[in-house]
């Protein structure tokens, strides 16, 4: 891949990083200096339903954010935009729309219909 492009790439994942390491930041300090207290028990209630949302949408974000470092790291070393599986490369329409994969799409589409078959056997 080029080195225009790459730097599109590490741009476009370090600003993806930036914006999801401050809102995990912003959720941390929101719960640790969150003095709110209820005493009505449905809004503690609903109190804890939000904050057990956010914390499921923070922990897909956690995942995310290991991925944007795996895909950094493969900027690096020169292995981003290579399918870890065929070896190919991997479309720049597919880079842009999910910049964190690691396969082609005929790839992915094949690990898809095998995952499929899985869960269906069971």
Known sequence: MEKERLAYFQELLTGRLEVLLSEAEKTVTGMTNDKDTFPDPTDRANLETDRNFLLRIRDRERKLILKIKEALARIE??????????????????????????????????????????????
Do not use: N, W, Y
Not at 86 to 102: D, F, N, Q, S, Y
């Open 77 to 122: 070393d020169g292995t981003f935009g290579i399918c870890e599986e065929c070896g190919e490369e991997i479309c720049e329409e597919r880079l842009k729309a999910r910049p964190v994969t690691t396969l082609c799409i005929d790839c992915k589409t094949k690990a898809e219909e095998e995952e499929k078959k899985k869960t269906s056997l069971v």
